[in-house]
């Protein structure tokens, strides 16, 4: 039951309790319209924070971020609401604006900086106080062997982590054993395997056929995306998803 909800129940019982004089009854309706003003401050409040906290993302300010999450701990406020009201809004609008052509590609990588700095600190907050929420899928992302491009790999997983996705990231020049073995190792829902080289795009074939090997390609989601990449390259290789970018990305593995 809520405090408001409390607040009200006892309010009714009092009221009904014959020893409960006229003058106390007035003392608890005075008292009671106090305690409703002051939740409704407290809202207020909480909208304002909430707001700065959504335009930190916006104006990808990862220092205003991180602040902000710092207050959050120190004024109780619910650590989840924070991050799906206040950083997960604002990057998705981010997203929406990238797709419309009206922001630019760094803008969206500060954005999705600025919200990985306000999780930090606000998971930490939500493992103290032992809070449960049903968490998203494990993903496994990595650059193949042979390539050692890093942006379009960091973007795809800094906007999976930042959509509330657990992302054990790779790095680049990954080799298909690698992958086969973090697979094995911590059971991931989705594999995201990127590659901007045409001359390294048959590694991927290695990974696949490791899976295979290893049976471990039945539950596993394979995603892959990159300059030469493309949806019949997926279907060539038995991939499940081509990603184009990292928006593309999140809404595949939201979807699954």
Known sequence: MTNQALMLTYSM???????????????????NRIK?????????????????????????????????????VKLGYDPYLVIEKGLVKGIKKLGRLWEEGSCFLPELVLGAEAVKSGISILQKQVLKGK?????????????IEGDIHDIGKMLVATMLSANGFEVIDLGVDVKAEVFVKIVKKYEPKFLCIS?????????EVKVIEGLKKAH??????????????SSSWAREIGADFYAENAISAVRIAQKE
Not at 13 to 31: H, M
Not at 195 to 203: E, G, K
Not at 216 to 229: F, T
């Open 131 to 143: 809070s449960i929420k049903k968490s998203l899928p494990r993903v496994v992302i990595g650059t």
């Open 216 to 229: 471990l390609r039945k539950k596993l989601k394979v995603m892959v995306g990159g300059a030469p990449a």
């Open 195 to 203: 590659s901007l080289l045409t001359t390294t795009m048959q590694n």
């Open 13 to 31: 019982d009092l009221q009904l309790d014959p020893f409960w004089t006229n003058s106390d009854k007035k003392v608890l309706k005075r008292t």
């Open 36 to 72: 409703a003003e002051e939740l409704k401050r407290m809202g207020k409040e909480l909208k304002v924070f909430l707001e700065k906290t959504y335009s930190s993302v916006l104006e990808g300010n990862k220092e205003e971020a991180q602040k902000l999450a710092t207050e959050a």
